[in-house]
Structures are given as C-alpha cells and as structure tokens.
C-alpha cells in the first residue's frame, strides 16, 4: 500500500500555552463493556464521585476557569443523578466551554435537565458507521441507541460532536462513517486512534494498532471529506515526519485527566499505571509522590513518545540498523480541518 495523501492534512495544531483542559471523569461505571474501553477500575476506582465532592473538586479550578475547556466524562457520565447541577455549577464558574462525552444512552433524561446555553456540545461516541459493525465493538443495540440519542440532541438544540476510535477493527470503515453522519447533521467530528489501555491492553494479542501506511491512506482522505462536508475535523497527527518537532504534552501543555479515586494524570498513556502526577481531594490539588509520570516527560528518544514506546510500540517501525523509521508524536497532538 503506498502513503498516496492528495488531500489537504488540515493544520497542525500545537498545544496551546494559554488554554488548560480539564478532562473529568465523575464515575466509572457504564452500562456498555465496549472492547477498546480505556477504563481500568483496578486503577481509577469504581466509585461515583459524591455531588459535593465534584462541585468541590470543580472548584480548585476557579482561577482558571475561563481559559478552560471542561469534557465531562465516565464511565458514562449521564448516569450521575448530579450531572446536571455539576455542569450547572461548571457554567456558573465561567469554564470557557464545556463538553459532555455519552455513549448516547442519555440516561436520567439529561436533555430535559440542561439546556444548549450551558453546554457547548453533547459529544456522541460511535466506532461504525452501521449496526453491525459498531455493536461488534461497542455492544448490542448501541449503534441505533446511539444514533436515536444524537437525533434528541440535535431537536432539543443542542450541538452535538462524534467521536470514531480508529483501530484495526474498523479504520476500514471510516470512509462510509463520515457519509453516515452527514446525514444526522453532527457538527465537529473527532477521529481518535486507539489507545492500548485499559480493555484494549488485556486484549491486544489481536492488536489494535494501525500501520503508518493505513493511518495516511484512510485517515486524512476521511477527514478532508468530512470537512467538505460541514464538519470541524479534529485527528490525531501520530506519526511524525523527520523535518517535524516532537513535543511532549506532559511538559507544554496544560491538561488534567482526573479520575473519582483522586488520581490526576496529565498523560492519558500513563492512566494505567499509579504514576499520575497529581492527587486531587476536597482539600485541593497536590503533587503526587516521585517517582511518576513527570519522570518521564523529558527523556529524549529517538522514537517520541516514551509512553507510547513503553506501552504501545507496535506501531514503530525499525529500519535494518534498528532505527526507528518514524517518530510517534504525542497523542495530544492534533490536526484539525476547518468545514469547507
Ligand atoms: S461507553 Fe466509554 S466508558 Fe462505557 S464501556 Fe464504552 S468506552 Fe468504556
Ligand atoms: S503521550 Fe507521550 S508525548 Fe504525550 S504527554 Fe504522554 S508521554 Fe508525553
């Protein structure tokens, strides 16, 4: 297969120094066991986070609310009774916006409970572009569960995001997935590419991960046509080229992935291991004791990312003398794709 891009790759988009991102997972229980979930109880806890303890939580980010981006997440998060006063209290704070991420059961009718003014978008996961193929990989009904919930959405006003977790299993498909959802009238579209966490590390004797050459073929060709068609693009770089800077997220950005146990990581590769940097509790945010994710960050090799070298390596590549052919970039660094 040849790496043929005749297609716009959209603009790199460095970290930015200004804004902060504030992933927050207030559970981690859900009602779907999909075959890539990057939860790992054994490692984020099975608790849901007490009301008064999310809005205290919430709280030690008052002074950097409005430069902050809030994703309310799980687990899936519509199953938290207090979802609703959580964003009511996130949008009360000013948070620049805020995004809450369904596997689209919609659960404790979330929609009658918010309003579009205080969420910017209701992001909806879906990994096929038909029934077959994403209950394959997300579970029995919830490719039409799903697709009904975004339907919801979009007549109740609000905006709504999809997001397709490219892997083996179905990066063949993702050209039919970006037709499919022209028609439900989704209006940013995030291409993810799987993480080997969680499910997906018990499970990657069947690997998961995309070649270099399958990444290039499919992804940016997808992505061009999805912005053609209206979307706002966003897709992960993964791969560098040689005449590209590698970056470490851990180090220039500012992002926090904070779990209901009260570990806080700033790296999603490193969510599997107890090497998060920082604890979070009523009381605020602290440094997590040495040895962590932090030790990690500036190692210098030739092969980019250390975690995804540490814990998901399959897609480097070694030329004869066993040098890698290609870096792989940090998964937080993105391209995105203006609609057209
Ligand atoms: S919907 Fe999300 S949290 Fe739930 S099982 Fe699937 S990947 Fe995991
Ligand atoms: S994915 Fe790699 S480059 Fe990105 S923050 Fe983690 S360790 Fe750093």
């Given at each position: 297969m040849s790496t043929d891009i005749n297609c716009n790759p959209g603009k790199t988009v460095s970290f930015s120094h200004n804004s902060v991102n504030v992933f927050f997972h207030?559970?981690?229980?859900?009602n779907l066991s999909c075959t890539?979930?990057?939860?790992?109880p054994e490692q984020h806890g099975a608790n849901r986070l007490p009301l008064k303890t999310a809005i205290k939580w919430l709280d030690h980010f008052k002074n950097s609310a409005s430069k902050a981006n809030l994703v309310i997440l799980g687990?899936?998060?519509?199953?938290?009774?207090g979802l609703p006063e959580i964003i009511s209290h996130g949008k009360k704070m000013g948070f620049a916006s805020i995004t809450i991420d369904t596997?689209?059961?919609?659960?404790?009718?979330i929609l009658d409970k918010i309003s579009p003014a205080q969420v910017n978008f209701i992001s909806f996961s879906l990994d096929g572009p038909d029934a077959q193929s994403n209950d394959a990989i997300r579970g029995k009904g919830s490719f039409d569960k799903c697709v009904s919930g975004i339907k919801q959405a979009k007549s109740k006003g609000f905006s709504t995001s999809l997001i397709y977790t490219v892997s083996s299993a179905n990066i063949h498909r993702l050209d039919e997935m970006v037709s499919f959802i022209d028609t439900l009238g989704i209006q940013r579209f995030f291409i993810q590419v799987i993480g080997i966490r969680g499910k997906s590390a018990e499970e990657n004797e069947s690997n998961l991960q995309v070649t270099k050459e399958a990444w290039l073929n499919i992804v940016p060709k997808a992505a061009e046509k999805a912005a053609q068609n209206g979307m706002t693009v966003t897709f992960p770089k993964v791969f560098l080229e040689h005449d590209e800077t590698f970056e470490c997220a851990g180090i220039k950005a500012d992002n926090y992935f904070i779990f209901p146990n009260g570990r806080v990581y700033r790296c999603p590769l490193c969510e599997d291991y107890p090497i998060h940097s920082l604890e979070i509790s009523e009381e605020g945010l602290t440094k997590a004791p040495k040895i962590n994710e932090s030790d990690l960050f500036n190692l210098n090799i030739p092969e980019g990312c250390v975690m995804n070298r540490l814990?998901?390596?399959?897609n480097i590549v070694l030329d004869e003398n066993g040098n890698p052919k290609h870096k792989i970039a940090c998964c937080l660094l993105k391209q995105e794709i203006a609609p057209q």
């Open positions: 207030i559970l981690t229980d859900c890539h979930c990057y939860i790992n687990g899936e998060p519509t199953m938290h009774k596997n689209g059961y919609l659960f404790h009718d814990v998901q390596p399959d």
